[in-house]
């Protein structure tokens, strides 16, 4: 079965730069959630899109950004990069309406050095 | 959200059931109860959920007691491929709030 498509799947990046993550939902798939998790920590929720419209946000900086275009695929866009961004980024997808659980990508880990 | 407490870690040996606890005393009517795991760096990967009643699928079975303040997985079964970070989670919405889960490590 298809599943939730990352990437790129490793990115090191250096200070002050900026970067791109992509995500690319489950096939008709309609919502998209991103999540940041941080060396030891558990996994943050970000942002999610619904039907392309901001539907949610959480402990997103203002430094990032993201969209979610017609085709349903998602960019996480991230500038002026710290040290601390250095994390795995995850995104999941699930289609509205249904209320089991989403379904996460393998992830992207970003190192900002 | 409601607030989840689970214990940071449980040691289990392979074969036999593994019991996972979740406390969520302040859930309200309407919120679910799940259940995700991550393996090393994965991707969090659904388990169960649940409401009011106990269910059970191929993976695991989740007990919810009577007032919903609490709930248990059972992995029937633990494999060493079962060691994980659970996480059980409690929502009204569409968003996962992800807290301190319990690390599983399976011996054999």
């Known amino acids: 079965a298809a599943g939730v498509i990352q990437s790129p799947r490793h990115l090191i990046k250096e200070k002050r730069e900026t970067a791109t993550l992509k995500c690319y939902p489950i096939?008709?798939?309609?919502?998209v959630y991103w999540y940041q998790q941080g060396p030891g920590q558990d996994p943050q929720f970000l942002i999610s899109f619904y039907e392309k419209m901001q539907s949610d946000k959480g402990s997103i900086p203002d430094r990032f950004s993201a969209q979610q275009f017609s085709d349903y695929h998602s960019e996480l866009n991230m500038s002026s990069l710290e040290l601390g961004d250095s994390a795995l980024y995850f995104c999941?997808?699930?289609?509205?309406?249904?209320?089991?659980?989403?379904?996460f990508g393998s992830g992207t880990r970003l190192t900002v050095v | 959200d409601a607030k989840t407490t689970q214990p940071p870690s449980m040691d289990c040996a392979e074969g036999r059931a593994a019991n996972l606890p979740c406390n969520h005393s302040t859930i309200s009517g309407n919120e679910y109860v799940y259940w995700y795991r991550q393996i090393h760096s994965q991707g969090p990967q659904y388990i169960i959920h649940?409401?009011?009643n106990n269910e059970t699928n191929e993976m695991a079975s989740l007990i919810i007691t009577e007032d919903r303040k609490s709930s248990t997985l059972i992995l029937p079964h633990a494999t060493l491929r079962d060691t994980a970070v659970y996480y059980c989670i409690v929502r009204i919405d569409y968003k996962l709030s992800f807290g301190a889960g319990t690390t599983v490590t399976v011996r054999a």
């Open positions: 649940g409401l009011k």
């Open positions: 096939p008709r798939h309609d919502t």
């Open positions: 999941a997808s699930s289609l509205s309406g249904q209320f089991y659980g989403y379904t």
